[in-house]
């Protein structure tokens, strides 16, 4: 250690020590002048907060590296070995921390990108819920029975991100089977009785579409139905489990009868 220290004080006596600290002085006031620039024009622009603060950072140890690479220049060392030196340390950490990169440059995606903000409600890395954060290796994400989701970002951008807040409204649709033996005019009547009576739906032109019931298909047993409605983001799982509810009580006021796997035993006298 002594010697090593006393090795770079004598490459700085031997040097220009004058010179030294003039470039010294013009390397830390150039780096002030361009960080100032750079994180202005960053500040302009329309990034999020948390990449930006992640682009300062980054820029900031770049920058001040530059210059203490050319001080060191100035008094002599070989500069060249030590940058090879650091080339080999960070590919070294790169190869160790693959994983973290991943999450970070998934990370730095999802901010530039914004498939999605904070309080939007989307189906991202296999998870449906409100975003409460996005960091810059991890976002964070509460269920609709509030459980908080910690995703890691690259698993987030290498996947489809299915963001259902963006428009305003969702479609509400449910499936339901029916007896043959009911007629179809009054089994879609039915379930347009039990969409009426359900609270919270859109109606035309609100909606993008109005209410909707048709046959979906026929079965070995039963026809399938299927209906739809509209309504806002945030009234989406009442209204479906309201209309789950409605399409039995209607049914049953219309005479519909509700198919379900069951067995019919016939007796026969010898």
Known sequence: METT???ILEKVLASNIVGVILTAVFCYIV???????????????????TLVKFAKNVIRILVYAVAVLIILDRIGFQTSSLVA?????????????QNALSNLFGGILLLINK?????????AGGVEGTVLEIGLLNTQINTYDNKRISIPNGTISAETITNLSTEGCRRVEYKVTASYDAPIELTKKALLEAVEATANTLDVPEAPAAPFARVNSYGESSIEYVVR???NNANYWTVYFDLIENIKIYFDKN?????Y??????MKEN
């Open 229 to 231: 409605v509209w309504t």
């Open 115 to 123: 498939p999605f903000l904070v309080g939007d409600y989307v189906s």
């Open 5 to 7: 220290t006393m090795a």
């Open 255 to 259: 005479g519909v009868e509700m198919t």
């Open 31 to 49: 780096a002030k002048i361009i960080l100032k620039i750079v994180f202005r024009t960053l500040e302009a622009m329309p990034i999020e907060m």
């Open 261 to 266: 796997n069951h067995l019919n035993v016939h």
């Open 85 to 97: 030196l650091i080339s080999v340390l960070s590919a070294a950490f790169a190869l160790a921390a």
